[in-house]
């Protein structure tokens, strides 16, 4: 039997990048570089090799696309919790992690990627 959806918001299977760090007291605090694999407002599904655990929290910067915002693209800086761990991996060493949003902010022009 297939469990319940319990996502309210719309994700999009659209892959943007996506850069991140784990917060907290015992955390690595090392920048990783990867890309979200999906992405909603409430949201993120990722892979990466980051050594993470449920219930941590990180603090991400990501390009929200246009299906996300209803506007234009933008970068976005928010502060997110580890709620799932796909442990399968991709090949590559890296594993699934999905990301709930708690707060987010567009990231001020001075700050933003180079596109």
Sequence with gaps: MKP???RQLTRFSLRTPLRFRAMGVSS?????????LNVSRGGFFFAS???LQ????I???LRMPAEVTGNESQEMRCTARV???RNEPY???RIGF???IEKFQAVPATERWVS
């Design 54 to 57: 449920v219930g941590m929290p």
């Design 91 to 93: 090949g590559d060493g």
């Design 83 to 85: 709620v799932h761990v």
């Design 49 to 51: 090799s980051a050594p």
């Design 4 to 6: 319940a959806e319990r």
């Design 98 to 100: 999905g990301a709930e």
């Design 59 to 61: 603090e991400a910067t």
């Design 28 to 36: 690595d605090k090392t920048e990783h570089f990867t890309e979200a």
